[in-house]
């Protein structure tokens, strides 16, 4: 028994070392700033068919199928991360989508001057467009869902009943992050998926600035890279690395069909109507 544990200990290690290697950035590049964790160019695929592949999936099946090969607890975000809303009969809150990501972060620039509103308007403008631009909104198309990074910067709300309709209106699939959203109200009605620490009430201006576009973030202690898949329901959010889109959505679709088959079973025993949960 030893022997067996010893051995399957050994082939771990062994899988580990077998990851890719990076570079070694020069010492000139250190000093310029150096992107470290690759990531894979997926700009020219269209996400639309990845996200249909795992529509209907949920983050339990995804889960399940991401222990299997190995990746048990590395890639779910924390309980903070909870819709905002759930649909308990189309389920419209679900997220199926290839992340784009933003990072914002504190600004250390001076606060909003007290000037006369129309002065003011302009400078919150200017920093809307200069500052903290949601460039990332470029992006958007059918497939793709908003990963926004902001831990720790106060009360600002990223996501409102605005910029987000207008992502939805390119295709997108939903919007996490680790910060706040705003106009909730609203957010609701237009059924907007959204998945969030908590919620906020104020604008960028003044707050905060954008750090970056594209680039991996950490949302939910999960790491969160362009081009991976996002799953979210009402368990959470899951997070597929996009080397792995394939085997998973095979496994997870495994699990979840076996899993119908034996509940649709008790449903017809207790003479229950067959639902969503249940149909082939």
């Given at each position: 028994?030893?022997?067996?544990?010893?051995?399957?200990?050994?082939?771990?290690?062994?899988?580990?070392?077998?990851?890719?290697?990076?570079?070694?950035?020069?010492?000139?590049e250190?000093?310029?700033?150096?992107?470290l964790?690759?990531?894979?160019?997926?700009s020219?695929?269209?996400?639309?068919?990845?996200?249909?592949?795992?529509?209907?999936?949920?983050?339990?099946?995804?889960?399940?199928?991401?222990?299997?090969?190995g990746?048990?607890?590395?890639?779910?975000?924390?309980?903070?991360?909870?819709?905002?809303?759930?649909?308990?009969?189309?389920?419209?809150?679900?997220?199926?989508?290839?992340?784009?990501?933003?990072?914002?972060?504190?600004?250390?620039?001076e606060?909003?001057?007290k000037?006369?509103?129309?002065?003011?308007?302009?400078?919150?403008?200017?920093?809307?467009?200069?500052?903290?631009?949601?460039?990332?909104?470029?992006?958007?198309?059918?497939?793709?869902?908003?990963?926004?990074?902001?831990?720790?910067?106060?009360?600002?709300?990223?996501?409102?009943?605005?910029n987000?309709?207008?992502?939805?209106?390119?295709?997108?699939?939903?919007v996490?992050?680790?910060?706040?959203?705003?106009?909730?109200?609203?957010?609701?009605?237009?059924?907007?998926?959204v998945?969030?620490?908590?919620?906020?009430?104020?604008?960028?201006?003044?707050?905060?600035?954008?750090?970056?576009?594209?680039?991996?973030?950490?949302?939910?202690?999960?790491?969160?890279?362009?081009?991976?898949?996002?799953?979210?329901?009402?368990?959470?959010?899951?997070?597929?690395?996009?080397?792995?889109?394939?085997?998973?959505?095979e496994?997870?679709?495994?699990?979840?069909?076996s899993?119908?088959?034996?509940?649709?079973?008790?449903?017809?025993?207790?003479?229950?109507?067959?639902?969503?949960?249940?149909?082939?």
């Amino acid at each position: 028994m030893r022997r067996t544990l010893s051995l399957a200990l050994a082939l771990c290690a062994a899988a580990a070392f077998a990851q890719p290697t990076r570079r070694n950035p020069t010492d000139a590049e250190l000093a310029r700033g150096a992107d470290l964790i690759p990531v894979p160019d997926t700009s020219a695929v269209d996400p639309l068919p990845l996200a249909k592949r795992y529509e209907g999936l949920r983050v339990t099946d995804v889960v399940d199928a991401l222990q299997a090969i190995g990746l048990q607890d590395l890639t779910s975000m924390d309980r903070s991360i909870r819709p905002l809303w759930r649909d308990t009969e189309k389920f419209a809150h679900r997220i199926y989508g290839v992340a784009i990501t933003g990072q914002y972060v504190p600004s250390n620039m001076e606060r909003a001057p007290k000037v006369a509103l129309e002065d003011f308007e302009k400078w919150h403008s200017f920093w809307y467009r200069n500052y903290a631009p949601e460039s990332f909104s470029r992006l958007v198309r059918p497939g793709t869902v908003v990963v926004i990074d902001a831990h720790g910067v106060g009360n600002v709300g990223f996501i409102g009943s605005n910029n987000s309709l207008r992502w939805k209106s390119q295709g997108m699939a939903g919007v996490v992050t680790n910060a706040g959203c705003r106009d909730t109200d609203e957010l609701i009605v237009q059924k907007i998926p959204v998945y969030s620490a908590y919620i906020s009430h104020g604008t960028r201006p003044g707050r905060i600035e954008t750090a970056s576009i594209n680039k991996p973030v950490s949302v939910g202690g999960a790491l969160v890279r362009p081009g991976d898949m996002v799953v979210a329901d009402g368990d959470g959010v899951v997070v597929v690395p996009r080397e792995h889109v394939d085997r998973v959505a095979e496994i997870a679709w495994k699990v979840a069909n076996s899993d119908k088959a034996g509940r649709r079973k008790l449903y017809e025993k207790m003479g229950m109507p067959l639902d969503v949960t249940v149909r082939p």
